[in-house]
């Protein structure tokens, strides 16, 4: 059972890779009389996204008819790794050793990186792009930080170390028009914002993962020892279960660990697969959109009994402000 402690289971702005092309599948000529759609799926905090978007946006402004239609997607980054791994599933082939942060297709096809993008659009339309690299970065910077400023959702971070050396960041979207209560709850003990009767801090900071599950989760928030076997709300020892509205559908997913009905406290886990099977059992309400290094890092760590052999720590946490 998911409880607590052992109860829970010539140089554009891409730099080189006009000239290091990452992949190749279609550098066909421009068909003419044919109307080619443009679809880019890309890291969104990368300039090399924005290089892309830029030169597809030109492309159907010098000709709107042949370039009619766009599909352009910026992707945080565990969506990013969900994605590109799922094409490379699909598509096999040459597509395995796609390692760029954004990849364009032509009529459904895989075109490649935006370095061989550009060097197509040059190549059979003329393209030119005078724009200067710092540029790219500053539209790279003000769209991450819109996605997040103008996002419906909380979000929340939690920086780890590992024995006290940096691991990264986490960033988790709270859904918090699914499960307010759990929310508010998870986004106070993040922020440190509740204080017990004693004056204490309520908080996740300075505190343990305490139990990973390679495959399965990782879990943390035992915010008395440490041990795993505590758990305390901002409402009171524990609280209620608030819906079961969010699926256990994909990595990353955040959700309440508990030990049984309606007993929700601080503890909480991180799925690192799908796992349909605590839909009905456990309370999700949020996901992970940053980080998915340093969760591949934490599932890496070495265990004993489930618990990692070494302190991996929360070392700070908060409302998350895309810089």
Known sequence: MLGYARDLEPKCACA???????????MAGQEDGKKLQITIFGLLKSYNFHVAKTAAETLQQNDPIKFENLEINGLLECDWHEFITTKKKEIKEEFWGFND?????????????TGVFV??????????????????????????????????HDFVYMDVTINDE??????????????????????????????????????YKNTLFHRILKGGWVQAGDVIDGSGANTESIYGPVFEDENFSVHHDRRGILGMANKGR?????????????????????????????????LMTLEAQKTYNERPTVFCRIADSGIYKAD
């Not at 910077?141 to 103008?150: P, Q």
């Not at 960033?171 to 004056?199: A, M, W």
Request: hydrophobic share 35%; charged share 20%; with cysteine.
């Open 119 to 152: 060097a197509w659009a040059t190549k059979n339309f003329d393209y030119e792009d005078y724009r200067p690299l710092p540029l790219y970065e500053a539209m790279a910077c003000e769209a991450y930080k819109d996605r997040f400023e103008n996002a419906k």
């Open 166 to 203: 940096s691991a990264g960041k986490l960033v988790f979207e709270l859904y918090t028009d699914i499960c307010p209560k759990t929310c508010q709850n998870f986004r106070e003990l993040c922020s440190s914002t509740h204080q017990r009767e004693d004056g204490s801090a309520l908080t």
């Open 262 to 294: 309606h007993t929700n406290g601080s503890q909480f886990y991180i799925t690192l697969s799908p796992a349909k099977w605590m839909d009905t059992k456990f309370v999700a309400f949020g996901r992970l959109v940053e980080g998915n290094t340093t």
């Open 101 to 113: 942060d954004t990849v364009v297709f032509v009529n459904g096809e895989v075109l490649g990186s």
């Open 16 to 26: 080189n890779c006009c000239y290091d092309y990452n992949i190749i599948y279609n």
